[in-house]
């Protein structure tokens, strides 16, 4: 087990820094390039839609659960 925690910490470490190395470059083309605006928006969008995505996977489960629990307490 303490195997597993340390690979998925080492896993989530190299993810981590790779990200950082991502947003350094998008910020670097945003400064250095005319097209500054256009990499801000998109930044902002992807974010957006990975957040947007992400929530309406956690609510779909909500869901689920309290139509699991609402059967289990009319069968009772």
């Known amino acids: 087990m303490y195997k597993q925690n340390s690979s998925l910490a080492k896993l989530f470490l190299e993810f981590c820094g790779l990200a950082a190395i991502v947003l350094f470059a998008t910020l670097v083309a945003m ?3 005319h097209c ?3 990499y801000l928006i998109w930044l902002m969008g ?3 839609a990975v957040v947007i995505a992400a929530v309406s996977g ?3 489960d909500i ?3 309290e139509r699991v629990t609402e059967e289990r307490n009319s069968n009772v």
């Open 46 to 48: 992807t974010t957006m």
């Open 36 to 38: 500054g605006p256009w």
């Open 58 to 60: 956690e609510y779909v």
């Open 63 to 65: 869901q689920d659960k």
């Open 31 to 33: 400064v250095t390039s």
